[in-house]
């Protein structure tokens, strides 16, 4: 499975930015794909994860802010980011697990300025 990542960039405070993940490969074996994040001087950190039926996952400190949703027939997933704070500025990955392997995208940088 290969992921390719985008949708990041600079926003302000407060504003949106939709991040997609589009999958390729071995798909049929993925059963769950998310985004986790690194900012800084931090540990990777999971934001978000849907699995094959739908049901969605999220950090406490995104919850009411972004939202996670696919599209099967394109293999995309999808993260939007309403709200953004200074606190979500970081790298995110994007993720995918099949068959038990994870499988990582090449990251894109989201920016939140003041």
């Known amino acids: 499975v290969q992921l390719q990542a985008s949708g990041g960039g600079l926003v302000q405070a407060g504003g949106s930015l939709r991040l997609s993940c589009a999958a390729s490969?071995?798909?049929?074996?993925?059963?769950?794909m998310g985004w986790y994040r690194q900012a800084p001087g931090k540990q990777r950190e999971l934001v978000a994860t849907i699995i094959t039926g739908g049901t969605t996952n999220y950090a406490n400190s995104v919850k009411g802010r972004f939202i996670i949703s696919k599209d099967g027939a394109k293999n995309t997933v999808y993260l939007q980011m309403n709200g953004l704070k200074l606190d979500d500025t970081a790298v995110y990955y994007c993720?995918?697990?099949?068959?038990?392997?994870?499988?990582w995208g090449q990251g894109t940088l989201v920016t939140v300025s003041s």
């Open positions: 490969g071995t798909v049929f074996s993925i059963d769950l």
């Open positions: 993720y995918a697990r099949h068959n038990g392997v994870a499988s």
